[in-house]
């Protein structure tokens, strides 16, 4: 279906259009362009997308959005970031979808697939419309416009994640938005070089607001000890206001949840007097505080809770971010939790407690943080206190900054300590057997996506 003709890019972002032609995606990244895309050259500090545009032509794209001459099919502008941004804008006011806007320290990923998931079974089943999301983490200031400018314009809804690392880039990235609902799913140190505190990072997270549609819905986590700084934060902008948590005072609210034996959990929330059991696929406490974000969010665009409740029940682990299988190891199996593709304070004691509540003996193989600035070597440390409340019987650090860790860790549990990603995959055979439960995470950086690849015999 076409997305953009050349007319509507021309129109949208003031260029001029060297022929008639028409795309059905968007694309910045010469990698990921494919047939019939609007390839979108962009001149980064590093690179320049000019130098792709054969590639992004052989690939198949129909048209190029670009700011030199150029050969094939192209609108010309003066600044092909500006025009991404136009398109974007262009594409939000187009539709007539209901926006929310994801952001927070963690968790966005995860909120955003899961509600995405929810909001399409619920709508498939009222009234029929396409839901839109952002792939992957594209969450940044030329993620997001892109994540826009690919919104079909007959989306019903959209779902997109927003992320920063320093102060404004939600303020500016909200405004391009515009969203109906904007969710903060919670604070913590991740991303923290560029900032004096957890109180900064609140209130950078709390720009999200600013770009709100009159009347829209904040939803702020409860339990956050930020709670009062996003609630002042959204109290100019938002129509509405509704927390989340287990605070008993939370407006959408876990009453109960038991871990059931396969690791999902048995959750029962109440949203002001009603009351909605589900079945939340993923294990964790965490992801029972992304699925009540998911729940206020669903509720406050009006979508369907019951259907909602049972697209938790169907969430598939993501990749890199909880997904779970059996490894073979010595003539048995292992269960290996893939958690390689971040870390942070908050999230690596989130999954420690998953851990926790595994059978079996427990191995972790930890990467080290990255992004925490000058605090990092207390972050590590501080660390210990969660490996040893998971019952780790060996800890496998991965990485120079897991120094500080392994000397605490040294006096109570094994510890292997080993400089890079190659290393740990030597060792790492060794060091299981049948009926362990074994816990990945890292920061990206660290690689251990690899260690992941080698467990699953790719
Ligand atoms: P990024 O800034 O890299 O885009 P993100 O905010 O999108 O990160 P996710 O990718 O959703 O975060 O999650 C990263 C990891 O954080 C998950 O693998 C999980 O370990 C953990 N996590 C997810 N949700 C929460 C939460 N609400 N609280 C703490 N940890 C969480
Ligand atoms: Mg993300």
Known sequence: MTLWTAAEIADATG????????????????REVGPSDLFVALKGDATDGHRFLAQAFAQGASGALVSEDADGP??????????????????????????????GSVGKTSAKEALFAALDRSMRGSFPGTVHRSVKSYNNHTGVPLSLARMPRGTRAAVLEMGMNHPGELAHLTRLVRPHIAVVTAI??????????????ADAKGE???GLEPGGAAIIPFDSPHRDRLIAAAQPHAGRIVTFGTGKDADVRAVEAIRLPTGASFVTARLGPRELSFTLSQPGAHWVSNALAVLAAVDAAG???????????????????????????GGGEALV????YNANPASMRATLAVLAEEPGRHIAVLGEMRELGEDSARY???????????????????????TPLAG????????????????????????????????????????????VAALRGQ
Do not use: C, Y
Request: hydrophobic fraction near 50%.
């Open 15 to 30: 260029g001029t259009a060297s022929a008639a032609f028409s795309v059905e995606g968007v694309a910045f990244d010469s």
């Open 74 to 103: 192209n609108v010309r502008v003066d600044d092909s970031f500006a025009a991404l941004e136009d398109l974007a804008r262009a594409a939000r006011s187009r539709t007539a979808a209901t926006v929310i806007g994801v952001t």
């Open 188 to 201: 913590a140190p991740a991303h923290t070089e560029f900032f004096a505190d957890e109180a900064a990072i």
């Open 208 to 210: 999200i607001f600013q």
């Open 303 to 329: 979508a369907d809770l019951g259907l909602a409740g049972l697209a938790l029940a169907e969430l598939g682990g993501l990749a890199g971010r909880g997904a779970r299988f059996l490894a073979r190891v």
């Open 337 to 340: 939790i893939d958690e390689s």
């Open 380 to 402: 590590h440390a501080g660390l210990a206190d969660a490996v040893m409340a998971a019952r780790v019987e060996t800890a496998l650090l991965v990485g120079e900054a897991m």
């Open 408 to 451: 605490v860790l040294e006096k109570t549990v094994r510890v292997v300590h080993v400089p890079d990603t190659a290393r740990a995959i030597e060792g790492l055979r060794d060091l299981l057997s049948p009926g362990d439960a074994v816990l990945i995470k890292g920061s990206n950086g660290v690689g251990l996506s690899r260690l």
